[in-house]
């Protein structure tokens, strides 16, 4: 086991197993030095485990726990793909979140996935990150999260 994967265990986080695309793309890329994930939705056991915009059919407590799913999936897209102890740090994380008119709080909900990696990270998992309000995201999901690391 390396330095990731005994933080994981000790924090009681099991990965995912990495979500299935829903269009023409691939859960992540590596080029060179960087892992680029897919955007990824809140699915659990293959299915989504909330559907609606946050501030009206979602609170912004839940889809903060449902950004922390997003992270974690895209993780375990990571994982996959070079295994989660080539990472160096988590460079940035853009989250998209569905908001009812009027709701400002993204950078709240996107906390759910900040404070996954700096569980996870510790100071590697300190980021650039992005927090956006959006009409619609795919599917119906409330939150989609992306991420960007370095990797050995």
């Not at 933080?7 to 023409?24: F, Y």
């Not at 609606?52 to 990571?78: F, M, P, Y």
């Not at 994380?93 to 909900?109: C, D, I, L, M, Y």
Request: with cysteine.
């Amino acid at each position: 086991m390396g330095r990731w994967t005994d933080r994981l265990a000790e924090a009681g986080i099991q990965l995912p197993g990495v979500a299935a695309p829903v269009a023409a793309y691939v859960p992540a890329v590596r080029t060179g030095s960087y892992v680029y994930t897919s955007g990824q939705v809140p699915i659990v056991e293959g299915k989504l485990a909330a559907a609606g915009k946050v501030g009206a059919e979602i609170s912004a407590d839940e889809a903060k726990q449902h950004a922390r799913t997003c992270a974690l999936n895209a993780l375990a897209a990571v994982d996959a793909l070079v295994g989660i102890d080539s990472v160096v740090r988590v460079v940035k994380v853009v989250g998209f979140v569905a908001s009812a008119e009027g709701f400002t709080g993204q950078p709240g909900v996107v906390n759910g996935a900040s404070e996954l990696l700096g569980e996870i990270f510790g100071e590697a998992g300190q980021h650039a990150r992005s927090a956006v309000g959006v009409a619609e995201l795919p599917i119906g999901a409330p939150v989609e999260v992306e991420l960007i690391v370095e990797v050995e």
